[in-house]
């Protein structure tokens, strides 16, 4: 126990002595939080629309107007040919093309049908989809308008549409983007950063030789396995901390679920993220190694991890891969407990996975370190 | 003098088909400044390694301090002290972290430890700065304080690879006044160098070429055999 005491101690003063620490505890994850939040946002708030009214008559106006009262639909050029509104589009100044044609009020009061088209500049898939959505359900409601206009001139009375769907958006009402996506960014931040600085430090000290000093002293494997862990569990939970207040405090996160059972959970993910930078650090013999090769999985975790794209919508084969994925478990723990508010037994599978990578990295971690060459 | 605390017999470590120690046998006894001596890459840090259970041999037999190489390395390893040729103190720690940290993991107690580490620092003449960070100290006294803090824990034989590596004659001369006085005080040392004239000092020397020890006696006797003046010559002599 003394000796575990000393390498203990050891380590928190290393760690708490690097002036880069602090900074990167505090400054590291508001920061990333603030940029992230605001900028990595699927969120569409503007769709640039050109319209090419070729009717000019009431018909085509109202629907104009209808158009314009909607917030999020800037009208960035208007024309009366068709070929301006191609242009518009081939240039990218508007995502959406609406084409009235010629003499529409005047075929739809005698046939009581006409066609309008919509182009949509579909690189941009999101602004394509949503601003493509929002336009239809104009078209729909203008639609209904002018049938029950119709129809009411022969005296009977407006058939509306027989479903009628109403919406309510549960857990994050305001669909307010923010709140889905600080707590996942919270997870992935703490776990970049611990999985980095564990596999860096193992490393340097191999890199200036102290690692063999080490292994000519009767440390035993786990002693210094524990040694080197203790100090970034720390710095985790601190990191979280830092994250949660900041969340509470700049975005107004909901914190739904028991902080008791975010506190639990962090503390086997951060020993199950310990155990794969350790694991990193074994097969690594310098600083940039280490790096290479935990970039490598960062990469591979984050993009698969659900933060940013849902796994529900990944092939299945690559749902199977996001099971190792710890970052993976802890964003959709996140996301479970602090905005829908689950208990223990809703997130049990979340703890039992994570609590198993927890025992398979460290056991792997304690294997593959060698005191010999 | 003849009580041996290493004891190696057909020593051998391969790499694929890279033989890099090649069996090599001999005794250290206690007391002694057993000097081991070789051109670059003759194999002498290997095996270094494989008597400080860094590395398993892959063939031969030995102890080191009474305890078998093959089946008691971590047993050896808390009966010696080591120094390695690239300088292992922690720079972003103080003197006094330094010597608590590896005074500590061998097993030593706090009250011990304060005890040893105030020694060290009075024999070191560093009383005023145990605080300072080990980054601030000199080359040369940040080996003295390597060497000092290997022996903290009393250890009977202490391995020093290269210990004087770029360090300035004035401190070198220091160094080995150390070396003997441990010696004297029943302290095996087992030290490498590239420096004939500390090979000079040492009571036996032996001589690694492409992983073979080819001579091993005193330095007045290898003298007389190569018929050389100095050290240097039966160096050059041996090792060409």
Redesign the interface.
């Known amino acids: 126990m003394?000796?575990l005491?000393?390498?203990i101690?050891?380590e928190f003063?290393?760690v708490f002595?690097?002036k880069a620490i602090l900074p990167m505890m505090t400054i590291l994850p508001i920061v990333q939080l603030i940029i992230l939040s605001y900028a990595a946002n699927n969120e569409v708030k503007q769709v640039n629309i050109h319209i090419n009214d070729q009717d000019h008559s009431h018909f085509s106006r109202r629907l104009i107007q209808k158009i314009q009262a909607v917030d999020i639909f800037h009208t960035t050029s208007s024309s009366t040919d068709h070929q301006d509104g191609n242009t518009a589009l081939l240039d990218g100044l508007a995502d959406i093309v609406l084409n009235i044609p010629p003499r529409a009020e005047h075929t739809l009061l005698r046939t009581r049908a006409i066609k309008i088209q919509l182009l949509v500049n579909a690189i941009n898939g999101q602004a394509a989809t949503v601003g493509s959505g929002y336009l239809n359900q104009i078209i729909i409601d203008y639609n209904k308008e002018i049938r029950s206009e119709l129809i009411s001139g022969i005296l009977v009375k407006p058939k509306l549409s027989p479903i009628d769907i109403e919406y309510s958006n549960w857990y994050n009402p305001e669909l307010d983007y923010k709140t889905f996506m600080v707590p996942g960014l919270l997870g992935e931040i703490v776990t970049v950063l611990v999985m980095l600085l564990t596999a860096m430090n193992i490393v340097r000290e191999r890199e200036?030789?102290?690692i063999?000093?080490?292994?000519?002293?009767?440390?035993k494997k786990w002693q210094f396995i524990i040694g080197k862990m203790l100090p970034f569990l720390v710095i985790g939970m601190i990191l979280m901390i830092v994250g949660l207040v900041v969340g509470k405090l700049l975005f107004d996160i909901p914190i739904r679920g028991s902080i008791w059972l975010v506190f639990a959970f962090l503390l086997i993910s951060l020993m199950a993220i310990l155990g794969m930078g350790l694991l990193i650090s074994n097969f690594a013999n310098t600083q940039q190694q280490a790096i290479f090769i935990a970039f490598f999985f960062v990469l591979i975790f984050i993009l698969l991890s659900g933060l940013f794209t849902p796994i529900e919508s990944m092939p299945l084969w690559a749902q199977y891969l996001t099971i190792p994925n710890p970052i993976a478990h802890f964003v959709a723990f996140m996301r479970n407990v602090l905005i829908k508010g689950s208990e223990f037994s809703d997130v049990q599978y979340r703890f039992m996975v994570m609590g198993i990578l927890a025992i398979v990295f460290n056991s792997l971690a304690i294997l593959t370190y060698k005191?010999?060459? | 003098m003849d009580q041996k605390v290493i004891s190696v017999k057909g020593l051998t470590k391969r790499f694929g088909d890279f033989v890099a120690v090649d069996e090599i046998s001999f005794d250290v006894f206690k007391g002694e400044i057993f000097g081991f001596l070789g051109a670059n890459g003759a194999g002498k840090t290997t095996a270094m390694k494989m008597l400080t259970g860094l590395s398993k041999p892959t063939s031969g037999t030995g102890s080191v301090a009474g305890f078998e190489i093959l089946k008691q390395a971590e047993k050896i390893k808390k009966n010696i002290g080591y120094m390695s040729q690239k300088f292992a103190l922690y720079d972003d720690l103080t003197i006094k972290e330094n010597a608590q940290f590896y005074g500590g993991i061998y097993g030593l107690n706090r009250r011990l430890i304060k005890l040893k580490v105030n020694q060290m620092l009075e024999s070191l003449n560093l009383q005023d700065s145990g605080n300072k960070l080990v980054h601030s100290l000199p080359l040369g006294w940040k080996q003295r304080l390597a060497f000092s803090v290997a022996m903290l824990h009393d250890p009977p034989i202490i391995f020093l690879d290269e210990p004087t590596g770029g360090v300035d004659p004035a401190t070198r001369r220091i160094f080995w006044e150390k070396i003997y006085a441990e010696a004297s005080n029943g302290r095996t040392i087992f030290v490498t160098t590239h420096y004939m004239d500390e090979a000079e000092y040492c009571n036996r020397i032996s001589m690694m070429v492409a992983g073979k020890m080819v001579a091993l006696d005193s330095p007045k006797n290898l003298k007389l055999k190569y018929n050389a003046k100095t050290m240097n010559d039966v160096f050059v002599q041996i090792a060409r």
Not at chain 1, 212 to 219: A, D, H, K, L, Y
Request: net charge positive.
């Open positions: 003394r000796v005491y000393y390498i101690r050891k003063v290393q002595r690097n200036i030789g102290t063999e000093q080490i292994n000519v002293s009767p440390i005191k010999t060459t």
